[in-house]
């Protein structure tokens, strides 16, 4: 048995739902971990695209059964 590496965890979101505040935001796209801090690209239900950042105190839940992970980010992240 081998467990997965947090690159491995990473890649495994890709598709699931994110919401914010039980919102329904879209789906993650696209992981992007090339540079110094690690995002989410998010697919919007409006077809608009936004990054988030990868970090555990914006992280509230994973559910990789249901293919959902809940997120609180600060207020006006997701308009820059």
């Keep these: 048995f081998k467990q997965k ?3 491995e965890m990473l890649r495994s979101l890709v598709g699931s739902e994110m919401c914010i505040r039980d919102r329904n935001l879209g ?11 690690a ?3 998010i697919r919007k239900n409006d077809g ?8 555990d105190d ?3 839940n994973v559910d990789r059964v249901k293919k959902n992970i ?3 980010i600060p207020d006006g992240l997701l308009e820059l």
Excluded at 27 to 37: S, T
Excluded at 48 to 55: A, K, Q, V
């Design 48 to 55: 608009s695209t936004s990054l988030i950042p990868i970090h």
């Design 27 to 37: 789906a993650i796209e696209r992981i992007h971990d090339q540079g110094l801090q």
């Design 70 to 72: 809940s997120v609180e």
């Design 5 to 7: 590496t947090a690159y």
């Design 58 to 60: 914006f992280i509230i």
């Design 39 to 41: 995002l989410f690209e």
